[in-house]
């Protein structure tokens, strides 16, 4: 380093010492961008400027990164640790090319690999991005853009706590080296490669350029859909059509969203304030490959669960604080009140009423906003499910939203669309006392601005909150996997309503819910109000409750219920204690030790928390039912059993195990069950071990309530075969009230409408509905595995049906 860079750093260190207070992305690079850290490393910057490195140096210092300013020396030879990817520009001129010195340092460690083959240097490109504002786009500014002097000051002081730090993956010289060689051309080629590399990274960070709301109205005005909407509307009601137009102008307004960058950084400093005030910690996980997708130019969808209205503003905040853009929101009406709506709408929100049906103009004007967004290369997020789930499960899906995105992309976008499912879940959810009193029957609270104050009145510890980021669905490919000649159904004019749509897009949302629970975040709060609810009385001794947490545990690390599902790194010891402090159990001590249990009102409230992860533990629950009620079984036995039930369950809880695999999982869990000492298996038999029986018997409560339920439906199919649909929902739902009742099951979903009707269909696409034998079949297992009290009250119901 020369005396006069050594200078200029000395006056520019304070400088960067009190303004840059960035954000690094991600939080730990050397665990997500799998740095080794006893390689070399170089450093990549997209523009010459002592301000970038030094910021660079101050995160790079406090992450425990090798010292950007500090020379790298490879046998023998010394040389600069970073590079610049272009030059410096100018007050007078703004020349971004390419500095011969970086070509001269690509070729020179590309050399160093030719005489080195053991030898291999981490190229790390890092981004410092001074703000994020995307501008508008009336003035075309280029994404990755170059500061001079005067400019990269006033950034640093205006925008310095707005900065953002990237560390992307890393590249190896190695590599490059092996396969593409190491002459001049190659470090020229690595050059340009990088520099598009850090355009597009500005551009996932920021965003595309934003329009101004009055211009973006004439534009979709102008719209062919939305012109022939308008002569729809004029010929059908014969109003003329000054008065459509003003009408179609009314609802774009209503509709469209009026994104802020400035309300955002504000929300941000709000935001944060928030979650440490009513948060423990936020734990993100999967969020690399999301800012891949980003990167790579993907239009992304966010689909994440619902479970409460701070959905919204986390998975907003998140994604700004993962460096990625927030995205536009689907949000129903019910939220765009004063001073709520203002603010949402701000924040990104664009409005959808609850249904477009009979109302042509506004389904119109819909798709042409969303399918905008989309050509513009704008995220979006929406709620499958259409609202907030009650009981804590996943609803099932609702699909319009689905079938446009398709319908957006049969417009011919050209870049590719991806679904990525976000599951999102808290140790408390605010609103889950309400939840359980509009599941007993009580008048659903119209939001307003009363209800925000009120609730903002209860901010309290919250425990902590998670979103796990699912795997991806490819829109294109699966479109390719599922209707390969769909490309030929593209039309510019978004008037394609093919065929196959329908049942395509019930797939499609299939596959997002049955991803959404893959991604299944499991917890202390989760875990030990499964196990508690298990329990007849809601209660266990402490050694009893950490012994079956320590199941829990077990089977989720040796039998993984998916590759995005995450389990808590604590020990059952820990996570007991952890539940304890949030202040939902009840702890009295004897002299024999602690026990800890739940009151009534909140074992009702602590089955929306077991809700959320029922659907890791079914199937172990389910083999755990089976061998308590048969006491010994064979393994063949075993899964059959298994595989006559599974469907009903796979389709109520959106389990993601396919039926070709099923036997092979089962055989997993045998195993597991068997490591942990709860089964014993002996002349090709399964049978239970007496000294651990309570840990097996609770494991296989936590689905005999679901058990339950079917059993009332398919007794009363078999018992009343000339029983109609609505007969059957009804009546199912009036016994499972009463068997609830009588045998203290407090679980709202127990006897929820929409959980039977959607029992009711999933046994008519099984065809159990059309085959007596089947269903008679069905009807003697299910029987079997409850208990002789519950079976009995069962029985005597249905004979009282008329």
Not at 139 to 144: E, I, Q, R, T, V
Request: proline residues 5%.
């Amino acid at each position: 380093m020369s005396s006069r860079q050594s200078m200029v750093h000395s006056l520019l260190k304070l400088p960067v010492r009190l303004f840059a207070k960035g954000t690094v992305v991600p939080a730990d690079p050397v665990k997500d961008n799998q740095i080794d850290r006893h390689k070399p490393v170089v450093y990549a910057l997209p523009f010459q400027s002592d301000i970038d490195l030094l910021t660079l140096k101050k995160h790079t210092d406090r992450l425990g990164l090798p010292d950007p300013l500090h020379p790298l020396t490879v046998n023998g030879k010394s040389l600069a640790r970073y590079v610049f990817i272009a030059s410096r520009p100018t007050v007078l001129q703004n020349d971004n090319h390419i500095p011969g010195e970086s070509i001269h340092l690509f070729s020179e460690l590309l050399s160093l690999h030719q005489q080195d083959p053991t030898l291999d240097i981490q190229l790390i490109p890092a981004t410092v991005l001074w703000g994020r504002k995307p501008g508008k786009q009336s003035k075309h500014k280029a994404y990755l853009e170059s500061m001079n002097g005067p400019q990269k000051a006033k950034a640093l002081i205006f925008s310095g706590r707005d900065c953002l730090v990237r560390f992307s993956p890393v590249v190896s010289l190695r590599y490059m080296a092996d396969h593409h060689g190491t002459d001049s051309a190659i470090a020229h080629k690595l050059a340009r490669v990088a520099r598009i590399h850090f355009s597009r990274q500005k551009l996932a960070a920021s965003g595309p350029s934003l329009p101004e709301r009055q211009v973006l109205f004439q534009q979709l005005m102008q719209s062919a859909s939305i012109r022939h909407a308008i002569d729809e509307e004029v010929k059908s009601k014969q109003l003329p059509r000054e008065k459509v137009q003003r009408e179609a102008l009314k609802i774009l307004d209503e509709i469209a969203a009026d994104f802020s960058y400035s309300l955002i950084k504000k929300s941000d400093r709000i935001l944060g304030w928030l979650w440490n005030r009513i948060y423990q910690g936020l734990i993100i996980n999967n969020a690399a490959s999301v800012r891949k997708l980003a990167q790579d130019g993907h239009e992304i969808v966010y689909v994440p669960c619902h479970r409460s209205h701070m959905d919204y503003l986390l998975l907003s905040y998140v994604l700004y604080h993962e460096g990625m853009v927030p995205p536009h929101i689907a949000a129903g009406i019910n939220l765009n009140f004063f001073p709520a709506g203002p603010l949402f709408r701000r924040a990104g929100a664009f409005f959808i009423r609850r249904s477009f049906k009979g109302n042509k103009l506004y389904s119109a004007i819909f798709r042409e906003y969303l399918a905008d967004l989309f050509a513009k290369g704008y995220p979006v997020e929406y709620f499958s499910e259409g609202g907030r789930s009650r009981t804590g499960r996943l609803l099932p899906a609702k699909t319009g939203m689905l079938a446009m995105t398709i319908q957006a992309l049969l417009r011919g976008l050209n870049r590719p669309v991806t679904l990525v499912p976000v599951y999102i879940g808290y140790e408390h959810v605010m609103e889950v006392s309400t939840y359980a009193k509009e599941l007993r029957g009580k008048q659903k609270e119209k939001e307003n601005a009363g209800l925000v104050i009120k609730t903002i009145r209860k901010l309290r510890n919250f425990g902590k909150g998670y979103v796990n980021f699912g795997e991806p669905v490819s829109l294109n490919q699966f479109l390719h996997d599922h209707v390969p000649e769909w490309t030929q159904d593209i039309d510019k004019l978004g008037n394609v309503r093919p065929s196959w749509l329908s049942p395509v897009v019930n797939q499609l949302a299939n596959k997002m819910m049955t991803h959404i629970n893959d991604a299944a975040a499991t917890n202390a709060l989760t875990l030990c109000a499964t196990a508690i609810l298990a329990s007849r009385q809601r209660s266990l001794s402490r050694e009893n409750l950490v012994r079956q947490i320590e199941c829990y545990l077990d089977i989720f690390k040796n039998v993984p219920y998916s590759s995005t599902f995450t389990v808590p790194d604590d020990n059952a010891e820990s996570l007991v204690r952890h539940a304890e402090s949030l202040n939902k159990f009840m702890v009295d001590a004897d002299s024999m030790g602690e026990i800890i249990s739940l009151d009534r009102k909140q074992s009702v409230l602590m089955t929306y928390y077991r809700n959320n992860i029922i659907h890791i533990l079914a199937l172990p629950s389910l083999i755990a039912q089976i061998l308590i009620r048969h006491q010994s079984v064979s393994a063949t036995q075993l899964c059959q059993y298994v595989r006559i039930i599974y469907p009903l369950i796979q389709h109520e809880l959106s389990l993601s195990c396919p039926e070709d695999k099923l036997d092979e999982t089962v055989n997993r869990y045998i195993q597991e069950l068997r490591r942990q000492d709860l089964i014993q298996c002996r002349d090709n038999k399964i049978a239970l071990n007496p000294a651990k029986i309570q840990v097996l018997m609770l494991l296989g409560r936590t689905i005999s309530e679901t058990l339950q339920r079917y059993a009332i439906t398919v007794s009363l199919m078999v018992r009343r075969p000339e029983m109609d649909k609505n007969q059957l929902e009804q009546n199912s739902q009036e016994i499972a009230r009463r068997l609830g009742r009588l045998h203290g099951i407090n679980a709202p979903e127990f006897f929820d409408k929409s959980v039977f009707a959607s029992l009711m269909y999933t046994l008519r696409q099984k065809h159990y509905l059309d085959q007596a034998d089947l269903c008679a079949e069905l009807s003697e297992l299910l029987t079997t595995l409850l208990y002789p009290e519950v079976r009995l009250t069962i029985q005597e119901s249905i004979y009282r049906v008329e």
